[in-house]
Nanobody
């Protein structure tokens, strides 16, 4: 069974840093695009950053220059380095991946990890 396993959330003060990780577990043929979304209380889920192999990463305007997405293709893992965190970055962060299994592709989500930025 394929799953996305997230780690790295927590509580941090404004200006601090956190690094999120998301690993694909299970047997897959190929992992295509990977990305991070977030959802704050009372708000819709929004795309924060995404990356495909060999492509230019995408960042939401609100995180450009502060967040960096990267991936380890050998380990089917995606990372989100978050620097200069602000209170408005507080949200549940979800990993997302487009995964090919045999001849089909599926959209998978992680369980979510809480990021709280507060003094």
């Amino acid at each position: 069974q394929v799953q996305l396993v997230e780690s790295g959330g927590g509580l941090v003060q404004p200006g601090g840093s956190l690094r999120l990780s998301c690993a694909v577990s299970g047997s897959v043929s190929r992992v295509n695009g990977m990305g991070w979304y977030r959802q704050a209380p009372g708000k819709e889920r929004e795309l924060v950053a995404s990356i495909i192999s060999g492509g230019t990463p995408y960042y939401a305007d609100s995180v450009k220059g502060r967040f960096t997405i990267s991936r380890d293709n050998a380990k089917n893992t995606v990372f989100l380095q978050m620097n200069s965190l602000k209170p408005e970055d507080t949200a549940v962060y979800y990993c997302n991946a487009d995964i090919a299994i045999m001849t089909w592709t599926y959209d998978y989500w992680g369980q979510g990890t809480q990021v709280t930025v507060s003094s």
